[in-house]
């Protein structure tokens, strides 16, 4: 049987399919703030079917969105079309994790289902940051606590932002520059954002490493996070499903147990 991860983000939203560890099958598709549940329900049956998966093999469920809209929409349409009550990640679920924020409810789903899949695949301590519509930084102490991060603008966010507020600049695609210093606005812009945020990046996990008393391993995940990782010296690997293999480990602990089970 098989497992449906959903992890929705501010922009776009990840759907996963395991059977048993192994993703089997996943998509990207844009987070849609205004859909019915007929709406994502009829375009969850199509991504499906395009894969030849069929519903009644999907026999577990686990969501995690930031958007809080979007999380009653998607829970009516895994129990209308699907027929199950998805495991919705937030307070009251097991993570295994001890988290020591002040207020452990302010930490997004997402970033909890990445400390627990790097945790899971890397071993700590660890610091994980997410290239998405925010960069975040997650700290993970030695002893697998979740000890807080930072959250700072994320690229394409910065880019609109630039679009929108400065008069002269044009609207961009995003890829690495040929040079630092750029010869024209779209290379400086581009400059700015890929060398920008690996210099960020560097420097702040240099912060993080003092701060920790440890050195540690660095994972990079969301859209943009391999094309950081070519210019940083900090981070150590790339894994752009890590919020999915979160979810699914999540899933795992907060199953029911069989007879049995041992």
């Known amino acids: 049987m098989l497992l449906l991860a959903i992890d929705v983000g501010n922009t776009k939203v990840a759907i996963g399919v395991y059977s048993g560890d192994t993703m089997v099958h996943n998509w990207r598709i844009s987070t849609g703030r205004n859909k019915t549940e007929d709406e994502y329900g009829m375009l969850l049956m199509s991504l499906l079917r395009e894969r030849g998966v069929s519903l009644k093999e999907i026999d577990g469920a686990v969501l995690a969105c930031v ?12 129990s209308k079309y699907l027929g ?3 495991l919705i990640v937030g307070p009251g679920v097991k993570t295994g994790i001890n988290i020591k924020y002040e207020n452990p409810k302010e930490v997004g789903p997402d ?23 925010a960069t975040t930084f997650d ?11 930072i959250i700072s603008p994320g690229i394409q966010t910065s880019l609109e932002a630039l679009f929108e507020k400065a008069a002269r600049l044009p609207r961009i695609e995003l890829s690495k520059p040929p040079r630092a210093i750029g010869k024209t606005s779209a290379e400086s812009m581009q ?21 920790m008393k440890a050195e540690p391993y660095v994972v990079a995940t969301g859209d943009f996070a391999e094309m950081v990782s070519q210019e940083s010296e900090s981070i150590k690997v790339v894994d752009p499903f890590l919020a999915l293999d979160g979810l699914r480990l999540i899933h795992q602990m907060n199953r029911p147990s069989n007879p049995g089970d041992s």
Do not use: C, N, Q
Request: proline share 7%; aromatic share 8%.
């Open 139 to 149: 700290a993970i102490s030695s002893k697998g606590e979740y000890l807080g991060g």
């Open 191 to 211: 400059s700015g954002m890929v060398y920008g945020f690996a210099g960020m990046v560097d420097s702040l996990v240099k912060r993080l490493t003092v701060e």
């Open 111 to 133: 970033r909890i289902a990445h400390a627990v899949a790097a945790l899971k695949k890397y071993g700590a301590p660890l610091v994980v940051i997410d290239f998405g519509t």
């Open 84 to 86: 199950l009550e998805p």
């Open 67 to 78: 958007v809080p809209p979007v999380t009653p929409v998607l829970e009516k349409t895994i």
